[in-house]
């Protein structure tokens, strides 16, 4: 197959894409497949350019600053339409974009209109999943169990009421960017100012103490569940993209029927918010073996030290040929999505 990796772009999370559609990249070649590199960002990259990227080392510490949105929005879309016209011609977009406009909808869009299929969810499941609030409503009326939130601005009555600690995240972004874990009233403005400095929205959420698990579905297919056990409290952006600050044990070491739970409520979730393709569904656990849901990730990366790849090794599948079972998915549904 001719397939286009799209990666890179404008979001706080370009660096965590570029590391993953790079690593895509290669490996699809490795699989026998004719494989272009487009950064919608800035164009079409050569091999030197993915070179260069590549001996750049691994995602940074911290997620690289933005600019404001205001001046971010058309040169996203110039960006992001100019490499579009060449994508036409590819059997599969393969999508190694995380957050923004990459994950939230948005190319997703612009990809229907090409009649290329691509890889992950569609427009609307992008756009809910993206959405922090919306997808915790959604998991609600769907029977899914999730923690307790608010939406700021709140009153430090409805906060109280949520308890300590509080995790206080923008509702529109991944990689745990702008998330912070508040454990006293006082660091609570500071706390939802931070999460403002990367969305216009910011989430107020009770914070679940225990064990953070993590399933990923492949098709309609639950891979063996995973646990992170984090250097720190949290399992922040540093922790994901920083080798040695986190383990992850797959398969868990968790009862089958509790391990099987976990599955179904990821299966649950993926098809309560319409994913397809490859997703990851995340969970804590506290000490009663109550699972909640805490979000969707709908293009889940795939660096080296990403948990999708590690769940697929866990079920036997290496990582070319889990990229290639990723866009043979996509091809095998087509061009379009459903809109109901």
Known sequence: MFITVLLGGFSSERDVSL?????????????????QCIDTAHGEMDEREEAALLAGGPVKRVP?????????????????????RTVGESDVAFLALHGGTGEDGTIQALLDLTGVPYTGSGVLASALAMDKDLSKRIFRDAGIPTADWLMAPASREDVASLGLPLVVKPSKQGSTVGLSLVKHPDEYEDAVAEAFRFD???????????????VSVLGDRALPVGEIIAEKELYDYECKYTPGMAREIFPADLPEDVARKAQELALAACRSLKLEGCARIDFRMPENGELYCLEANTLPGLTGTSLVPQAAAAAGITFPELCEQIALLAVERGPGRRYD
């Open 19 to 35: 590391a993953s559609g790079l690593r895509v990249a290669a490996a699809l070649r490795e699989r026998g497949h004719r494989v």
């Open 64 to 84: 690289p600053q933005l600019a404001s949105r205001a001046s971010v929005g058309g040169a996203a879309l110039a960006a992001a339409v100019n490499p579009l």
């Open 200 to 214: 216009d929205e910011v989430m107020i959420e009770a914070f679940v103490p225990g064990r953070e698990l993590t």
